[in-house]
């Protein structure tokens, strides 16, 4: 069964830049819808973006909006990015990719199946 692979965190100062990826190790999510969410020390994990199994379609939390960008290449070593820019303390998190088996572009994280194991992003002030 495939794993998801989250890559891509780290430390960047307020403003600047991340790129996040997700693969899937051993398989593909090429017809599952993915997510991103992320989870703050002492907070509940919430949705930050999503995208659509064909990439026609995408979703994005209000505090995101505008600055992170999702994208997928279903080619045959398939991958979703999650573009971060603008980057805010508030935006630190450990950030986690999921794969849904739900038609369009589910923004609730019981519609997910399968996690990746989570990459910190911390973004400094």
């Known amino acids: 069964q495939a794993q998801l692979v989250d890559i891509g965190g780290g430390l960047v100062q307020a403003g600047g830049s991340l790129r996040l990826s997700c693969v899937a190790s051993?398989?593909?999510?090429?017809?599952?819808?993915v997510g991103w969410f992320r989870q703050a020390p002492g907070k509940e994990r919430e949705f930050v973006a999503a995208?659509?199994?064909?990439?026609?379609?995408?979703?994005y939390a209000d505090s995101v909006k505008g600055r992170f960008t999702i994208s997928r290449d279903n080619a045959k070593n398939a991958v979703v990015v999650l573009q971060m820019d603008s980057l805010k303390p508030e935006d630190t998190a450990v950030y986690y990719c999921a794969r849904s088996p739900t038609r369009g572009v589910p923004t609730t994280s019981r519609e997910y199946d399968q996690w990746g194991q989570g990459t910190q992003v911390t973004v400094s002030s």
């Open positions: 995208i659509e199994w064909s990439g026609e379609s995408a979703a």
């Open positions: 051993g398989g593909t999510f090429n017809l599952y819808a």
